[in-house]
Structure formats: C-alpha cells, structure tokens
C-alpha cells in the first residue's frame, strides 16, 4: 500500500530532480532556439545552410534514442562518462530547441520589412536590428508556441528515468514494485505531471502579456483592487 512516507521518500525528491531536468533542458533549448533560428535568417548562404542542416537533422531524430547514444555510446568514443541528468538535459535541450528554433526563424520571417529597412537606414548592424528592432517585435509571437514545447519538453523528461535519472517517473516505478500497486501510483505521476504543466501554462501567459504590452499590443499587466461601488440614488430616496 502507497503510504505518505513513500510519498515523501521518493515522491518529492523525483519532482526535484524533474523540475531541474526542465529547467535546464529550457535553458539550452532557448539558447540553441534562438541561435539558430536567428542563423537560419542570415544572408550567408552558408549559415543558413548549416543552421537547416542543424535543424533537419535533429528535428528527424528520435528524443530517447539520442539519449541512449548520449548516455551509452558517447562515453565509449570519448573514454569518459557523462552524469545521467546531464545526458538527460543535453538529449532534450538539443532536441526541443531544434523545434524551437523554428518557432524563431518563423517569428522573425514576420517582422514587417519595414521595419527591418528602417534599422538599416539607421546605421544599425545586424545584431543591433535583431536585439532593437526584430527581436522585441517577434517575442509576442513566439511565446504561445513555446509554451506548448515548454509543456512538451516537461512531459518529455521522463525518458530519463530509463537511464536511471531518479525523476517523478523513477521514483513512480520504484513505489509501484514496493507496493505492487500500479493504478494509485501512475493516476498519483499524472496528476503530478498536469499540475507542473497547469503551472507553467499559467506563467507563460503573464510572460506574453507582458510581451505583447511592451509592443502595445495589450495593456500593461497591472494588479488592481476591486471595489464594489453601489447605485447611485437620489436624495429622497426611492419613489
């Protein structure tokens, strides 16, 4: 029988590691988006053509086999192990940014000519018109997409758990063999997974109000406290 001790043992240690496996597998995830979909824009044949063979190649692989080769085959060619939690967030990470780097590229594809013009007859250099002018205008478009592959990216974590990363998954399958119990235990992971989502999702839609309230395109996100203000009346009263 599932006990709280189990709970606290094995429970909340996995949605530790689950929270960091996310956040770092984000992290990179951003960071390979954003280069390379920025890449895939360049004027340099050369840089978009090895930026879309990054993409391709990435975008047509299978998450969990690429961890097998991170966590199994990699340290054979280079004589060194990598930690299980880190082969986890460099499988995911490269992974999902490849998808994400799409989101980019399309996001600035977007971004009205004009305006592009404009940061060039102003004297900027590429990277100034993508941090000043490009980049800020396309922010409010990327961010509903990422918030899907930021959901994805948390549900893909526990492929982890098959390289023995001790995730919300690990520690569900280690519960179930000790208490033989299988139904409490995976309705107990998926509950656990659509409230770190329900989470996220919540997040993310401050973060694009945000976004789009610094290119006007919906006010400021403020909090304000309701009053209830009651019906004028006359003087005399009702009549």
């Known amino acids: 029988m599932m006990t709280s001790g189990m709970f ?5 240690p996995g949605i530790w ?12 995830a951003a960071v390979v988006a954003f280069t390379i979909g920025t890449l895939r824009t360049s004027r340099l044949w050369i840089v978009r053509f090895l930026a879309g063979a990054y993409f391709e190649i ?3 692989m299978s998450a969990l086999v690429m961890l097998f080769w991170l966590a199994f085959s990699l340290p054979l060619i280079l004589q060194w192990q990598l930690v299980p939690m880190y082969a986890g967030v460099l499988a995911l990470g490269l992974t999902y940014g490849a998808y994400g780097s799409e989101v980019v590229r399309g996001a600035l594809a977007a971004v ?7 940061g060039v007859a102003l004297g900027f250099s590429r990277a100034q018109r993508l941090r000043r002018i490009e980049i800020p205008q396309a922010w409010p478009e990327m961010v509903p997409p990422f918030n899907n592959l930021l959901i994805e990216l948390l549900k893909g974590t526990a492929l982890v758990s098959v390289i023995g990363v001790a995730d919300m998954t690990y520690a569900g399958n280690l ?3 000790g208490s033989n119990e299988s139904a409490p235990v995976y309705t107990l992971l998926l509950v656990l ?13 401050v973060v694009e109000r945000v976004a789009k309230a610094g290119v006007g395109q919906a006010d400021p ?10 019906p004028a009346t006359t003087s005399g009263g009702a009549r």
Do not use: D, H
């Open 193 to 205: 997974y659509f409230a770190m989502a329900f989470v996220l999702t919540r997040g993310m839609r």
């Open 112 to 118: 009205p000519v004009a305006q592009r013009e404009a």
């Open 8 to 12: 606290q043992n094995y429970f909340l």
């Open 58 to 60: 990435f975008r047509g």
């Open 17 to 28: 590691i689950t929270i960091q496996v996310t956040v770092y597998s984000a992290a990179l």
């Open 221 to 230: 996100l403020t909090f304000r406290r309701t009053k209830a203000t009651a």
């Open 175 to 177: 519960v179930r063999l």
